[in-house]
C-alpha cells in the first residue's frame, strides 16, 4: 500500500460526499430501475475517480530526484549493476522509490536499422528453421523495475544498488533511467 498524505484524504473524503449525493439523489427517483442503474453509475464514476485521483496526487506530491547515477558491468557473471543516490525532494514522505531503466540495443536508440545491429540466430536449429521463416528472435530492448528506496521522508536520501542480467548479445546499448515515488 502507498503512503497517503493529506491531499489523498482530501480528494477521497470530497469523492466520497460526491458519492453520498448521488446515492441520495438516485433513491429519491420513484422509478426503482432508474434508481439502481443511477446507483450503479454514480459508484462507477466514483471508483475510476477515486483511483486516478491517487495517481494524480501521487505524481504532483512525491518528487524523487536520482543523482549520481552509475553502472558497472560485471563480465564474470554476466550482469550489469547500478548504483547511485535516490532522495526526497518533496515536502511528503514517500512510501516507495521505484528506480526503472530500460536498456536499448544499438538501431533501435539510433534509428539505425540495418541488418547488422541486431542479433541473428545461428546454429542447428536456425539450420533447418530459417527456409521456413521461423527465425528465432531475442529482444532489443530490456526494461527492469527495483525498488530503492521505503518511507523516504522529506529531504531524505538513500544510496541503492541493483543488479540484473546483461545480455550477451547487446552491443552499444542506449540507457533511459528514471525514478518515481508512490
Known sequence: MTLFNYWHYIVLSLIFLMLVGGIIAALKQTNKKLAYSMIFSITLVAVFMAVFSVIIVDKYTKKVQLSKLHNKRLLSTEEISYYGIVKNIGKLPIGKVTFEIKLVNKGHATGNVKGGNF????????FFSGGFGMLSH????ITKKFVVARNLKPGQAKDFRVYFRYPPYFRSTAEFSKVYGH
Open 138 to 141: 531475442k529482444p532489443q530492448t
Open 119 to 126: 542479433y541473428k540466430a545461428s546454429g542447428f536449429m536456425n
